[in-house]
Each structure stands twice: as C-alpha cells, then as structure tokens.
C-alpha cells in the first residue's frame, strides 16, 4: 500500500555525514617496487595519473573535491528533506483526488472530506508544487556538482570498502535522475489533463492511473536518492 510504503521510507536514517576515503591499494600501487615488476590494473592508472600531475596539483585537486563535496553533501541533506515533503504532499494530494483506487463518486474531494479543506480540489496544490519545484531545484543542482568533484588518485578503483561503495552510489545517480524525469513528465500529464484532451469526469480512470504511476515512481526515486545517500554514511 502507498501510505505503508510512504511510512516505511520516512523512517528510514537521514544521510548526515559522507566519508572521503582513499583506497590504499591505489596509494600503493602506484609505486615501483622492483625492475619489471608487474602492475596491476588499478596501479597501471593511478601511475598514468601520477605521470600527468604533481604531488602539489593532486593535493589541490583533492582540496578543491572536499570543498564541494561538503556543498554536494549539504545540497544532498537539503534536497532529500524537500523530497520527504513533496512525496507527503503528493500522497494527500492524491488521497483527496483519487482516494485509493475509489471510484469519481467516492473520493474524499466530491465527499467533501478533502485533507486542507475543499479549496485543495481545485487549481494547483500549492504546498506539492511549491515543495516539488524546491526539491527538484535542488536536486539537479546536487546532481550537476557530482561532476564537477575532480578525482586525481581514482577514489573509486581497487577493491576497498570505500571504493565499491563510491561506485555504487555513482551508478544510483542514473536511477534516480531517471525516476526525476519520469516524475516531471508523469507530474505534467496529471496536473494538466485537460491540455491533454483528459476530462476527470470523462476519463477519471485514465487521469487515476496516471496519477498511480506519478505516486509509485516518486516513492521509487524517493527510496532510491536515500539508498543513494544512506551508502555513503560513515
């Protein structure tokens, strides 16, 4: 169910701190340890590495990555509290539009027993779209400074704990930023319908399923952005 779901999400730990880690069998490996010796994947890198920059411009660059990674960490904290409150909203949001799979006559907007009045049945929800459009600012903004951490020594090579978990939460930044946009576009064909040719009297089921999908691709990317977080716990 969606509200159990929704409560289950929001019990889960808010990210407050994100380890820097460096994997010391990439330290390591770039050094020369005998005459033909031979190097291994992650040593052969880190010494191109090495090659191309000075011991002063790796210590800068790792400088600069802390910098904003502590503005990437915050941004990250801020954007998964404004989702907390986007996906509540959106959930009463939807109680007071559709109920729970209840039939147009049944909804809690024509019974007139709409959570923040009957004022919420009609226009844009404010606190949902207000939230949604912070949590998405954001967001993106989080997401664009993910790139722009620079990373001279391969943080997220070698085998180490830190390193997998680097790796893994790079990958998750593709699954949420895909719930984002399906959300956008889900978000945009709901709250719009009648631009769209959809009628809430004529075509309720319809509006009521795309809303459905708009609500569980939320819960998705909500659960997703805090696995995403919550694996880079110290």
Known sequence: MPSLFLALLLTSPLP????????????????????????????????????????????????KRRKIGKAHQWLGISTWIAMTAASVFGTIQYRNLYGFFSPLEATP??????????????GRPVSHTT???LGGALYFTTFGLSFAMPDPIGLDEGDSK?????????RLRWAHLGGMA????????S????AFGLSR???????????????LVG????????????????
């Not at 709250?191 to 009648?194: E, F």
Request: charge should be negative; aromatic fraction near 6%.
């Open 16 to 63: 407050t701190s994100y380890a820097l880690e460096i994997d010391p069998s990439i330290v390591a490996s770039a050094a020369v340890h005998t005459a033909g010796a031979h190097l291994s994947a992650e040593g052969a890198v880190a010494m191109a590495k090495g090659a191309e920059l000075s011991s002063e411009d790796v210590a800068r660059l790792l400088d």
């Open 109 to 122: 907007c024509v019974e007139g027993r709409a959570i923040f009045g009957q004022d919420a049945c009609i």
């Open 131 to 133: 939230t949604v459009a």
């Open 162 to 170: 830190s390193a997998r978990r680097l790796r893994q939460h790079k």
């Open 182 to 189: 399906a959300q956008i576009l889900l978000g945009i064909l």
């Open 191 to 194: 709250a719009n319908g009648d």
């Open 201 to 215: 009297s004529e075509n309720y089921r319809a509006l009521q399923g795309i809303a459905t999908a708009h609500l």
């Open 219 to 234: 819960y998705a990317t909500y659960a997703t952005l805090t696995w995403s977080g919550a694996i880079m716990l110290k």
